[in-house]
């Protein structure tokens, strides 16, 4: 076991759980922002592989236990067809994942989070008919950056924030899509053997970290859920995204 993390310090594995129960806290809060906040946190000290595969599976495991409190808030047929197209690009992007290099990973990773906290700053809900060719494009490009960089998130939260005005529907579309992709993501990492042994113990460490924050966030959601919870989240994801970036080219 110790061999498994011999590149990895105990304040690296301090770090992940910190970073987990934040993200985590704002998924439950807001129905967005796992990955856009844990991912380039872990992506400082972890491989590509290693950070994407924890994220995915925790995405999945926390999803399903509370799959009662967001399922048939939405409509589930005017989706199908992004999540058939997500799947594919998903499978797509893994093979992306393999090909780049970590500094190339946390470059993406940091213009990829700004440019969704951009985009939802501007955008502003309006309801909106759900599925049509740009759901499909929505449903494609997620899959793409759901296998290559485990964030399925800036298209599909933009989608989210134009068609569903209400926050109680918009957060449950964005959980119920995630969901869909982290088992997308989970099955092509496992199929690519990037899902190791290493990989494993460090889910099972972080999940604890991920629990309490999420029982936090559903908390926070029930009492301040319509509140400026919006402006708080986009400004501390793109403080996130802007720090990885500046590391990935100094």
Known sequence: MFDLFSDIANWHIA???????????????????????????LSMFLMPSTSVSIIASLTLLISLPTLKSYWGVVPF??????LVLSAIGTMGGVYILLLISPETFKLAIGITVMIACVLLSRFRPRARE?????????GLSSGLMNGAIAIPGPPVIVYAMAVFPEPVKSRAFLMLFFLFSAIFAVSGFALEGIIRGQELIL????????????????WLFKHYGNNAYRKIAIS?????????TVKAIV
């Open 77 to 82: 047929p005017p989706i199908a067809a992004m």
């Open 15 to 41: 770090g992940m759980l910190v970073a987990i129960f934040i993200a985590a806290m704002l998924r439950a809060f807001t129905g967005f922002g796992f990955a856009l906040t844990a991912l380039p946190v």
């Open 203 to 218: 889910i099972a460490l972080a999940l604890p970290a991920m629990l309490a924050g999420d029982k936090l966030g559903f």
């Open 130 to 138: 759900i599925g049509g060719p740009l759901a499909w494009f929505v």
């Open 236 to 244: 501390a994801l793109f403080a996130i995204g802007a720090t990885v």
